[in-house]
């Protein structure tokens, strides 16, 4: 097997497992967040788009890991995909502002704390990074326990409309 060959290969597995992760939800998910300058963001705010709402925290390196890949799905996806980051952990804004300053991160950072209220969580949180992605009529369409690729991310969303 080449290189090429082992990295298709892992591709698929993981679009697998994202796909083996769908959970349709009988309701519409929503919470309402603060961002870092306080202004509220709900997720049915962005309704009409795909939104990957990202929990992670400074002190993680599999989440520090993924955030270029996050950045890249959102200011590449021309506005049709949207990723609201969820900081989960308690700290201070000027330690957390430069971080995602020196990370160079344009989605919104919303702020979640290290014990959230279970309202403002799309679903359970095993470890971190968790990512769900929401479809843009509302619902859960995934979750990813570990790093995600802006290109598994596309990947899954292709698939996912070209089944309907």
Same mark, same amino acid.
């Given at each position: 097997?080449?290189?090429?060959?082992?990295?298709?290969?892992?591709?698929?597995?993981?679009?697998?497992?994202?796909?083996?992760?769908?959970?349709?939800?009988?309701?519409?998910?929503?919470?309402?967040?603060?961002?870092?300058?306080?202004?509220? *963001? &709900?997720? =049915?705010?962005?309704?009409?788009?795909?939104?990957? $709402? +990202?929990?992670?925290?400074?002190?993680?390196? #599999?989440? @520090?890991?993924?955030?270029?890949?996050?950045?890249?799905? *959102? &200011?590449? =996806?021309?506005?049709?995909?949207?990723?609201?980051? $969820? +900081?989960?952990?308690?700290?201070?804004?000027? #330690?957390? @502002?430069?971080?995602?300053?020196?990370?160079?991160?344009?989605?919104?950072?919303?702020?979640?704390?290290?014990?959230?209220?279970?309202?403002?969580?799309?679903?359970?949180?095993?470890?971190?990074?968790?990512?769900?992605?929401?479809?843009?009529?509302?619902?859960?369409?995934?979750?990813?326990?570990?790093?995600?690729?802006?290109?598994?991310?596309?990947?899954?969303?292709?698939?996912?409309?070209?089944?309907?």
């Amino acid at each position: 097997m080449t290189i090429r060959q082992g990295k298709l290969a892992l591709m698929f597995m993981l679009v697998h497992f994202l796909l083996s992760q769908i959970a349709m939800a009988d309701d519409k998910v929503d919470f309402t967040l603060p961002d870092m300058e306080g202004k509220p *963001h &709900s997720l =049915s705010d962005y309704r009409g788009k795909w939104v990957l $709402v +990202n929990y992670w925290a400074t002190w993680c390196p #599999p989440c @520090r890991e993924e955030l270029p890949e996050l950045e890249i799905l *959102h &200011s590449q =996806s021309e506005g049709k995909t949207v990723v609201l980051g $969820v +900081n989960m952990e308690d700290i201070d804004l000027k #330690p957390l @502002r430069a971080f995602v300053d020196d990370q160079f991160l344009s989605f919104p950072i919303l702020l979640a704390g290290s014990q959230p209220k279970e309202s403002q969580l799309v679903g359970q949180i095993p470890g971190m990074p968790t990512s769900y992605l929401i479809s843009p009529e509302g619902e859960v369409v995934a979750r990813q326990v570990g790093t995600l690729t802006a290109k598994i991310v596309r990947s899954f969303i292709s698939n996912f409309e070209a089944d309907k």
